[in-house]
């Protein structure tokens, strides 16, 4: 398929399998059938069914197989779902700060009882 990565292309969902969240999208131009893995579409209210309208960019793999990414659902809502990375880190510290204080309390107590 000749398509810059950054045009937004459409397609209907024409095979589904939900166990190993993957599918194809069947192509305006009637070309070969385009891939597209459920980590394509971030942040959809609901899992992709067969004859789903979908607007993709094309990604051409090293293998050189087309594949859809940034994908969305025509008509399905987008949520946030995920927080970022530097969120998650700053979570992670804050449970290790709190750790690391709650293990030198104890043993500053510890410590007191044993006097």
Not at 14 to 43: P, V, Y
Not at 45 to 64: A, C, L, M
């Amino acid at each position: 398929m000749a398509s810059k990565e950054n045009t937004v292309v459409t397609g209907q969902l024409k095979r589904w399998n939900e166990a190993k969240g993957f599918g194809f999208i069947g192509t305006e131009d009637g070309q070969r059938d385009i891939f597209i893995h459920i980590s394509d579409l971030k942040g959809i209210s609901r899992r992709p069914q067969v004859g789903d309208t979908i607007h993709y960019q094309v990604k051409i793999q090293n293998d050189g197989k087309n594949r859809a990414v940034n994908a969305s659902i025509d008509g399905v809502e987008v949520i946030e779902t995920h927080r970022s990375k530097k969120t998650k880190g700053n979570k992670n510290q804050i449970i290790l700060l709190v750790s690391v204080v709650a293990v030198v309390v104890i043993a500053v107590i510890a410590a007191l009882f044993l006097l």
